[in-house]
Nanobody
Framework: EVQLVESGGGLVQAGGSLRLSCAAS????????IGWFRQAPGKEREGVSC????????YYVDSVKGRFTISSDNTKNTVYLQMNSLKPEDTAVYYC???????????????WGKGTLVTVSS
């Protein structure tokens, strides 16, 4: 069974940190790029960060550069999103998703997790 399971969300004060995890199973991890997306109520889903697990190529949306770090532990088939200096506007449901073959990208994701809620209080 293909699974992407997010964890690590919660409630944090502005300026605080959280580390999200995306545990993957049921597919060949190194053949996929893993992206983090987020969606706040009333807003479109946006891509946040992405990593190609095979070559560690990374991408960050401008709004999180310098604050968020994506990393991959291929021995655990897990991708992390370290989120520092959190702001209320980071509040959203965060999803991880996997895309086969072509590296990082925001379209054509093959698999999605169910999401984890991050709430940043002011």
């Amino acid at each position: 069974e293909v699974q992407l399971v997010e964890s690590g969300g919660g409630l944090v004060q502005a300026g605080g940190s959280l580390r999200l995890s995306c545990a993957a199973s049921g597919f060949t991890f190194d053949d996929y790029a893993i992206g983090w997306f987020r969606q706040a109520p009333g807003k479109e889903r946006e891509g946040v960060s992405c990593i190609s697990s095979s070559d560690n190529n990374t991408y960050y949306v401008d709004s999180v550069k310098g604050r968020f770090t994506i990393s991959s532990d291929n021995t655990k088939n897990t991708v992390y999103l370290q989120m520092n200096s959190l702001k209320p506007e980071d509040t959203a449901v965060y999803y991880c998703a996997a895309r086969y073959g072509l590296g990082c990208g925001w379209y054509g994701m093959n698999y999605w997790g169910k999401g984890t809620l991050v709430t940043v209080s002011s």
